[in-house]
C-alpha cells in the first residue's frame, strides 16, 4: 500500500484557516467542487470568516496559474498535489437513502467516497471541523481527521490561570510579610512574569501571604492596595485583586482576563478603564489614557436577527447594549454624564468591524467576549495598539458562539497562551461568580 495520503478538505477546515492547505506534508489534498461553492458564499463576510474565504480564493488563483487544478497543482515544494474534483465518480448506493443527496456535507463526503474508489490502495481521509460530518464519515466507512493544527492546549483545563500556590518555610512567609526581599530559586519551578503566587507556610497551611513573581532575578512583589476601590469597585476575591493589580499597572500592556459569566471580568475592566481616563481628570490631574475604547465581536447568540436597521451606531447598539449596561451601572445609572463623556470622546464604543487600518495611541482598549475571536481577528486587532496604549482581553471560553473556534483555537486563549512569558503582559482565571447566586448556580450546573 502506498503510504502517501490522500487528505480530502472540507469547508470548515479552510474557513478556519485558509492556510491549511500547506499543514499537510507532501500528501496530496483534494477540494471537492462542493467546497469551492460554499467558500464562495463567505467571501463577502467582513469578519475573520470572510477574510480566510477571500485568502483560500487568492491561494487557489495563484495556483491555478500554475496549471489545471482538476489534474493537479503541486502545492508548493515538499508539499503534495492539490486536486479540485466533483462526487461525479460517487455510485449511488456509496450514501445511504437517508442522507439527502442535495445537502453540501453529503455531496463532500460522496466526494471522499469516489476518491477512495479511484484510489483503492491508498489512505484516503476526510478532515472537516464538523463534529457530525466527522460521525457520519465515520459511519459511511471513512476514515476522518478534525483539523487542530492551531489547537494551542489540550483542553480548556490545560489553559494558563496564571496564578499558582507554592510552599514555602515558614519564615518566609514572615519575612514577606515585614517587607524583606524574597527571591526564588529557578530550579525549584517555572513560574511566568507577573503570574500571582500564594505562598503558603509549610507548617500551618492557613498562613498565606499573596505575591506577584516578576522574575527569578528580582524579588517578590506586594500587591497593591486598592482598600478605596476602583471607581468604586472593591475585589471580593483574590483572583479579582489579582485582575485589578494587571488592570491598572501601567507597565503592563496586556491584560487577558478568562472567567465564567458573573465573575467580574468585564466590570473590573471597564471600572479600571475609568479610572485612568477619565477619574484623573475629575480631579483635574493628567489622565493615564486619553480614552477609553470598548468594543466586542459582532457575534450573535442563537439565530440571527439579519440585517439591521438605520446608521452604524443604530445597527451597532443591540451588540454593544452589555457594555453600556456595564458603564451605566458605574456611572451610577447617570446617562447624562455618560453621554457628555460619549460625546466628547472620552469613552468610545466602537465596532470591530472597522478597526483595520487604524492606529490607536494613548488609549485604554476593552475587547469583551474575545472567546469569539479567530486568531487572524485577534491579531488584526492587537496590531492596531499604538504608543502608549494598553489592551484588556475579557471574555469566557466556555461560552462560545462563533462556529469556527473552540476552546483551545480561540483568539484569547492563543493570547492567554502566547503572552504569557513576556512581562508586558499579565493574565488572570476568574473562578468564582460573584454576580449573584442565581448567576453563579446558572453558570455551574447547567
Same mark, same amino acid.
Given at each position: 500500500?502506498s503510504?502517501? $495520503?490522500i ?13 491549511s492547505i500547506?499543514?499537510?506534508?507532501? @500528501? ?5 467542487? $462542493?467546497?469551492?461553492e460554499?467558500i464562495?458564499k463567505?467571501?463577502k463576510?467582513q469578519?475573520?470568516v470572510?477574510s480566510?474565504?477571500r485568502?483560500i480564493?487568492r491561494i487557489?488563483?495563484?495556483?491555478r ?6 489534474k493537479?497543482v503541486?502545492?508548493? &515544494?515538499? &508539499? ?6 466533483g462526487a461525479?465518480a460517487?455510485?449511488?448506493g456509496?450514501?445511504? #437513502?437517508d442522507?439527502?443527496k *442535495?445537502i ?11 476518491v477512495k474508489r479511484r484510489h483503492p490502495?491508498? &489512505?484516503i ?9 466527522r ?5 459511511v466507512?471513512?476514515?476522518t481527521?478534525d483539523?487542530?493544527?492551531h489547537?494551542i492546549v489540550k483542553? *480548556? ?6 496564578f499558582a500556590?507554592?510552599?514555602v518555610?515558614? +519564615?518566609?512567609?514572615d519575612r514577606?510579610?515585614n517587607?524583606?526581599?524574597?527571591y526564588?530559586?529557578r ?6 512574569p507577573n ?5 503558603v507556610?509549610s507548617?500551618?497551611?492557613k ?14 512583589q506586594?500587591?497593591?492596595n486598592?482598600?478605596r476601590?476602583?471607581w468604586?469597585? $472593591?475585589s471580593?476575591n483574590k ?6 493589580e494587571?488592570?491598572m499597572d501601567? @507597565?503592563?500592556q ?5 472567567g465564567r459569566?458573573?465573575s467580574?471580568?468585564t ?6 478603564g475609568l479610572?485612568?481616563?477619565v477619574?484623573d481628570?475629575?480631579s483635574?490631574g493628567?489622565p493615564?489614557?486619553?480614552r477609553?475604547?470598548v468594543?466586542?465581536?459582532v457575534?450573535p447568540?442563537g439565530r440571527?436577527?439579519g ?7 443604530e445597527?451597532?447598539?443591540p ?6 449596561? @456595564?458603564l451605566?451601572f ?5 446617562k ?5 463623556y460619549l460625546?466628547r470622546?472620552?469613552i468610545?464604543?466602537e465596532?470591530?468591524t472597522?478597526?483595520r ?5 494613548k488609549?485604554l482598549?476593552?475587547?469583551? +467576549? ?6 487572524? #481577528?485577534? $491579531?488584526?486587532?492587537?496590531t492596531r495598539?499604538g +504608543?502608549g496604549?494598553?489592551?484588556?482581553l475579557t471574555g469566557d471560553?466556555?461560552?462560545?458562539? @462563533?462556529a469556527y ?15 504569557k &512569558?513576556?512581562e508586558?503582559a499579565?493574565?488572570?482565571t476568574l473562578?468564582?461568580?460573584e454576580r449573584?447566586?442565581v448567576?453563579?448556580?446558572?453558570a455551574k450546573?447547567?
Amino acid at each position: 500500500m502506498s503510504r502517501k $495520503k490522500i487528505y480530502v478538505i472540507d469547508t470548515s477546515v479552510l474557513l478556519t484557516n485558509a492556510a491549511s492547505i500547506y499543514s499537510f506534508g507532501n @500528501n496530496d489534498l483534494v477540494l471537492p467542487f $462542493k467546497v469551492l461553492e460554499e467558500i464562495d458564499k463567505h467571501k463577502k463576510r467582513q469578519d475573520g470568516v470572510g477574510s480566510q474565504s477571500r485568502k483560500i480564493i487568492r491561494i487557489l488563483d495563484e495556483l491555478r496559474s500554475k496549471g489545471s487544478l482538476f489534474k493537479g497543482v503541486r502545492i508548493r &515544494k515538499g &508539499k503534495g498535489i492539490l486536486y479540485a474534483w466533483g462526487a461525479e465518480a460517487a455510485k449511488e448506493g456509496d450514501l445511504p #437513502e437517508d442522507l439527502d443527496k *442535495s445537502i453540501a456535507d453529503h455531496i463532500i463526503i460522496a466526494t471522499a467516497l469516489a476518491v477512495k474508489r479511484r484510489h483503492p490502495t491508498q &489512505k484516503i481521509i476526510m478532515v472537516s471541523r464538523d463534529i457530525n460530518m466527522r460521525v457520519i464519515c465515520d459511519s459511511v466507512g471513512l476514515l476522518t481527521e478534525d483539523y487542530i493544527n492551531h489547537q494551542i492546549v489540550k483542553n *480548556s483545563d490545560s489553559i494558563y490561570t496564571g496564578f499558582a500556590s507554592r510552599l514555602v518555610d515558614d +519564615e518566609i512567609v514572615d519575612r514577606f510579610y515585614n517587607k524583606e526581599d524574597i527571591y526564588l530559586d529557578r530550579e525549584d519551578a517555572n513560574y511566568y512574569p507577573n503570574q500571582f503566587l500564594m505562598l503558603v507556610s509549610s507548617a500551618n497551611e492557613k498562613k498565606t501571604a499573596l505575591a506577584k513573581f516578576i522574575s527569578f532575578t528580582e524579588p517578590l512583589q506586594p500587591l497593591l492596595n486598592f482598600n478605596r476601590g476602583i471607581w468604586g469597585i $472593591k475585589s471580593r476575591n483574590k483572583e479579582q485583586s489579582f485582575a485589578l493589580e494587571l488592570l491598572m499597572d501601567p @507597565n503592563i500592556q496586556i491584560v487577558t482576563l478568562v472567567g465564567r459569566a458573573g465573575s467580574g471580568k468585564t466590570l473590573c475592566a471597564i471600572a479600571a478603564g475609568l479610572q485612568q481616563t477619565v477619574e484623573d481628570l475629575m480631579s483635574k490631574g493628567e489622565p493615564a489614557y486619553s480614552r477609553l475604547i470598548v468594543s466586542r465581536p459582532v457575534q450573535p447568540l442563537g439565530r440571527d436577527l439579519g440585517y439591521l436597521p438605520g446608521t452604524m451606531e443604530e445597527k451597532m447598539k443591540p451588540w454593544l447594549a452589555p457594555i453600556q449596561d @456595564n458603564l451605566q451601572f458605574l456611572m451610577g445609572n447617570d446617562k447624562t454624564t455618560l453621554e457628555m463623556y460619549l460625546d466628547r470622546g472620552r469613552i468610545e464604543i466602537e465596532a470591530l468591524t472597522y478597526i483595520r487600518g487604524r492606529s490607536i495611541a494613548k488609549a485604554l482598549i476593552i475587547i469583551d +467576549e474575545a472567546q469569539n475571536l479567530t486568531i487572524h #481577528e485577534l $491579531k488584526t486587532i492587537i496590531t492596531r495598539v499604538g +504608543e502608549g496604549s494598553k489592551i484588556i482581553l475579557t471574555g469566557d471560553v466556555e461560552q462560545i458562539d @462563533n462556529a469556527y473556534v473552540d476552546e483551545t483555537t480561540n483568539g484569547l486563549t492563543h493570547a492567554v497562551e502566547k503572552f504569557k &512569558k513576556f512581562e508586558l503582559a499579565g493574565h488572570v482565571t476568574l473562578t468564582k461568580g460573584e454576580r449573584s447566586k442565581v448567576a453563579t448556580y446558572a453558570a455551574k450546573y447547567l
